[in-house]
DNA sequence: CTCTCGATGTTCT
DNA sequence: GAACATCGAGAGG
């Protein structure tokens, strides 16, 4: 089995984890045994209740704590009432701050994944084939993908269920940076925060609206 | 291709 | 009661 991520990984500035996981590759085993695999191309950092733009800005609640908690566990919430979004938590247990995994290039249990997401027309094309650069391409559709839901916040990434491996670590020169998607209304300057990191040559990114939040606000 | 709109439930004010 | 770290369908060009 690949290297694991320990938990001294996740235990350093959040910008310098978030940026250090493209090229990772996040894992889990199903409850049907099946391990699920994708190489992760695209993450986002918060940053402490300082940045308005983290769920941290409002303190500790029984929502937030996990992030108060020890690096290299698992956040998982629900928004807009159907999405799950996957973060995990960094830095030193006391402060809160986490990275958004936003999507990955599915690597390992492909059909699973084709499974978990039924709606046929945005993973597949005409004739049947998968569109494998879709199917993780976005925070909730990740989560969709690997079946991850409120049951798994709080998972120790340091353990067998999900987990990410070393992988490849993406050089430097390949990555890019833009103010984090969906945050428009975040008041200023944290709105613009170059804090999304996406491999630039990547098809697996957060395609169209990523494009045009990244233009209104620039 | 682009743009708009509605779904839907948890959290916090 | 409002806001929400989103997504896909449908209409129009």
Redesign the pocket.
Known sequence: MPARLQRSFYERPTLTVARDLLGRVLARRTPDGTVLRGRIVEA?A?VGEEDK????R??R????DV?YGPPGFA?V???????H?L?VVTEAEGRPA?V?L?AVEPTQGIEWMTGA?R?????HGRSGEPRLH?LA??????C?AYGLD?RHNRTDLIGSDLWIEEGIAAPRRGVATSA????E??AAPWDLMPWRFYLADSRFV?P??A??AARKSG
């Open positions: 986002e918060y733009a983290c769920h941290a409002a303190g609640t029984p929502r937030t992030m956040y919430y629900l928004t807009y009432g159907m999405h979004m973060n986490a958004l936003r997401r709606n046929g027309s945005a993973t879709q391409s976005g925070p909730g559709k990740l969709q409120l984090r998607i969906g945050c209304t975040a957060t169209g609206r494009s045009v």
